[in-house]
């Protein structure tokens, strides 16, 4: 019986699809409020977006230079491994599966499972919701790839034009008199935000963006990696770039900034006031799906960090190694799918999250650091894509990686200092499982 090939068995529209199925999750629709509280001012509002689209783009063009020069399964672990070494590695492999990933899983799940309730008014049942999501998850994600990175892609394209689609309805409405009078008073009142209201309103705008490089993690499966994984990363950030755009110049015009900042359901109020029959339906509807497409998505992408660890020599093969006809990983996925249930059952969202932001922040940084290694020290300079006007665009997404775990520490330093003890307790135990023969 023959397997199916690994390698080129995605192409670029599913590369798409698995970047905007990841990265339109929970965060437009709750931090547009945090952001809105940082800067007040509706010009400066509005402005924020565009340039966390701007900081997405480079952070996208940085990996993508780092894809090429690497195009494996495993992405993040693969650079970490050749650049800075088996240990770093191992360190983050510890953090990614037992905190990161699950952590961004669960805590989708929960929400998912909170506006499926809502939406069938099976309040306090959003618990068994939240697993059934992820048992859902893991059903798609061991069929074969084209099935699941097919769901990946329609739940994506899906949630990004029901977004889209609202925010147009929003800028079609004639804003209502107490907006227009709220936004009229906030721009003659209030003054642009300082250097640091502004990069905590960026913290919160990146927030969005999160889950675009899982394409890079899958690069050992994409179709002509060095060409794909830019093409699909910059399509991404571009689309959602502009939707986001949209969505929040609608609700500053229909609801005012004043509004934003002091509500924790703007999405919800924008579409109550968009579609005031059905308004209400039509966002949990979205929340639930946009939210249950990401966690699909990030554990389609999980376990094939397990993949990257095992094929590196990193960990025992046999917890990456591809499985049945259809080479899935399917150990992988279900070690991961165990912890991101424990974490569903036992977790609160806000602790997931800060565990979550800090690590994130930290090795992304250190990633990126490699990547100007790598270049300035000409070891595969050959081999790197040229990226328009280096180094700007991994300084700038180093910076912005840096103000993200700069900011968690400062506001949640008792959570930073759990997270960092996860990870240094991983150090020593990377001597005894490793490491392996490839």
């Known amino acids: 019986m023959d397997t199916e090939p690994i390698a080129g068995r995605i192409g670029l529209s599913r590369s798409i699809g698995l970047g905007l199925a990841a990265v339109v999750g929970s965060g437009i629709f709750v931090l547009p409020a945090y952001v809105?509280?940082?800067?007040?001012?509706?010009?400066?509002?509005?402005?924020?977006?565009?340039?966390?689209?701007?900081?997405?783009?480079?952070?996208?063009?940085?990996?993508?230079?780092l894809a090429a020069v690497f195009p494996r399964t495993g992405g993040y672990v693969v650079y970490l491994r050749r650049i800075w070494g088996r240990q770093v590695a191992f360190v983050y492999g510890w953090a990614a599966i037992l905190v990161l990933y699950p952590a961004s899983i669960a805590a989708l799940a929960r929400i998912s499972g909170r506006s499926a309730a809502a939406l069938l008014s099976l309040l306090g049942g959003d618990g068994r919701l939240a697993a059934l999501a992820v048992l859902v998850a893991?059903?798609?994600?061991?069929?074969?790839?084209?099935?699941?990175?097919?769901?990946?892609?329609?739940?994506?394209?899906?949630?990004?034009?029901?977004?889209?689609?609202?925010?147009?309805a929003g800028l079609w409405l004639r804003a209502a008199p107490?907006?227009?009078?709220?936004?009229?008073?906030?721009?003659?009142?209030?003054?642009?935000?300082?250097?640091?209201?502004?990069a905590l309103?960026?913290?919160?705008?990146?927030?969005?963006?999160?889950?675009?490089?899982?394409?890079?993690?899958?690069?050992?499966?994409?179709?002509?990696?060095?060409?794909?994984?830019?093409?699909?990363?910059?399509?991404?950030?571009?689309?959602?770039?502009v939707v986001y755009a949209i969505y929040t110049f609608a609700l500053v015009k229909v609801l005012g900034v004043g509004a934003i900042a002091s509500s924790?359901?703007?999405?919800?109020?924008?579409?109550?006031?968009?579609?005031?029959?059905?308004?209400?339906?039509?966002?949990?509807?979205?929340?639930?799906?946009?939210?249950?497409?990401?966690?699909?998505?990030?554990?389609?992408?999980?376990?094939?960090?397990?993949?990257?660890?095992?094929?590196?020599?990193?960990?025992?093969?046999?917890?990456g190694r591809w499985s049945g006809r259809h080479r899935i990983p399917r150990v992988a996925i279900l070690l991961c799918a165990a912890v991101s249930l424990v974490y569903t059952a036992t977790g609160s969202f806000e602790e997931l999250v800060k565990y979550f932001a800090?690590?994130?922040?930290?090795?992304s940084a250190l990633i990126l650091a490699g990547g100007l290694r790598l270049r300035m020290s000409g070891a595969v300079a050959a081999g790197l894509r040229r990226i328009p006007l280096w180094p700007?665009?991994?300084?700038?997404?180093?910076?912005?990686?840096?103000?993200?775990?700069?900011?968690?520490?400062?506001?949640?330093?008792?959570?930073?200092?759990?997270?960092?003890?996860?990870?240094?307790?991983s150090w020593p135990l990377s001597s005894l499982v490793g490491p392996h023969r490839r």
């Open 36 to 65: 809105a509280r940082q800067l007040p001012a509706p010009r400066d509002f509005l402005l924020i977006w565009p340039l966390g689209a701007l900081v997405a783009l480079a952070s996208a063009l940085s990996y993508a230079e």
């Open 358 to 363: 800090f690590a994130t922040g930290l090795f």
């Open 201 to 241: 309103a960026l913290v919160g705008v990146l927030w969005c963006y999160e889950g675009f490089l899982e394409i890079v993690v899958v690069a050992g499966e994409i179709d002509r990696p060095a060409r794909t994984v830019v093409r699909a990363l910059v399509t991404v950030v571009v689309a959602v770039g």
């Open 264 to 319: 924790p359901t703007v999405a919800a109020e924008l579409a109550r006031s968009v579609f005031p029959v059905g308004g209400e339906v039509m966002i949990h509807l979205l929340v639930a799906v946009a939210t249950f497409s990401a966690a699909q998505a990030l554990l389609f992408s999980a376990p094939r960090l397990l993949v990257g660890l095992a094929e590196e020599g990193v960990i025992p093969a046999a917890l």
């Open 392 to 425: 700007l665009p991994p300084l700038l997404a180093m910076a912005a990686s840096l103000a993200a775990t700069g900011w968690v520490l400062v506001d949640q330093p008792r959570s930073s200092l759990v997270g960092l003890a996860i990870m240094a307790l």
């Open 178 to 198: 107490q907006a227009a009078d709220a936004t009229l008073r906030s721009a003659a009142e209030v003054a642009g935000g300082g250097v640091g209201a502004w």
């Open 138 to 168: 893991v059903a798609v994600n061991l069929a074969r790839v084209r099935i699941s990175s097919r769901v990946q892609g329609v739940l994506g394209g899906l949630k990004l034009a029901a977004l889209l689609a609202l925010g147009v």
